[in-house]
């Protein structure tokens, strides 16, 4: 078996964290934090990591799923993760289950694994020209934004769509599904099988690994913060699956980016007012 694959996807998960870890200690981190509310500069470096592997190896690109050879293809995939997003409802219309982490996390893996078997069994037929549809799958995301409307301005609504649409959902995915999914591909292969879908442990060990980075979203050494998020770990670790098993079955990482970008517009808009 193969690990030099597996050993570059630890070193460079690692040094993100210890990256991470060190800006937030600058006054540049205070500024952020401040004028734009969200983490911008540790998903930048996930890209600048990923790239950066990716030409050092002089790999192939397209083989890491950088293609838009099928874009209307991976935007029908993505658009089906809208679903997911129905999982916040229940705690925008009645919000003691918000307060309830364990409920609320439950609710929401509920619905991602839903979500991944829409997307499992998705064939070539365009939803995009089916509005009905398309107005069902956009309910969670207009809501989300309504709601955001009535509680904030115009300056923290724009920061915090282009941050999880462009930063958070290309950033993490480039990193996790188009780099270190690829590579840990390619040590381990892909043997099984769902609904006409290979994969392999490449994909469960990402979606591990994207479940700890955000296990440890509030956790940071260098300030004294050993706090870790042990429910938002779980729910992220089955938003890898969705987004892992989204990567391998259209071959491209920008369904994948797509998909994280419409969930976490859903997710996050509403409640962070």
């Known amino acids: 078996m193969k690990i030099k694959g597996i050993g570059l996807s630890l070193v460079l998960f690692t040094l993100l964290l210890v990256i991470s870890w060190a800006f937030a200690t600058t006054s540049l981190a205070t500024i952020q934090r401040q004028y734009l509310q969200w983490n911008y500069f540790s998903h930048v470096i996930m890209v600048v990591l990923a790239i950066t592997a990716i030409a050092i190896g002089k790999k192939d690109f397209r083989s890491f799923g950088f293609t838009l050879k099928r874009w209307r293809s991976d935007l029908r995939v993505a658009l089906i993760c809208l679903i997911s997003a129905a999982g916040y409802i229940p705690s925008l219309v009645y919000p003691p289950i918000a307060e309830n982490e364990l409920i609320n996390t439950l609710v929401i893996v509920a619905a991602t694994l839903l979500t991944l078997v829409f997307v499992l069994r998705e064939k070539a037929k365009n939803i995009t020209t089916q509005p009905k549809l398309m107005v069902i799958l956009l309910a969670p995301f207009s809501l989300s934004i309504a709601s955001a409307l009535n509680n904030a301005g115009f300056g923290t609504i724009a920061s915090t769509v282009i941050f999880q649409f462009f ?55 260098f300030m004294g913060e050993f706090e870790l998020n042990l429910l938002w770990g779980i729910s992220s670790f089955f938003f890898g699956l969705l987004f892992g098993f989204v990567r391998e079955k259209t071959g491209s990482v920008l369904s994948a980016c797509l998909a994280h970008g419409f969930v976490d517009l859903g997710q996050v808009v509403p409640l962070i007012f």
């Open 167 to 221: 930063f958070a959902g290309f950033g993490e995915e480039i990193f996790f599904r188009g780099y270190i999914q690829t590579r840990l591909n390619e040590d381990l292969g892909r043997p099984w099988s769902i609904k006409g879908v290979n994969f392999g442990p490449g994909l469960l060990i990402t979606s591990a690994l994207f479940g700890v980075l955000h296990l440890m979203n509030p956790f940071n050494p």
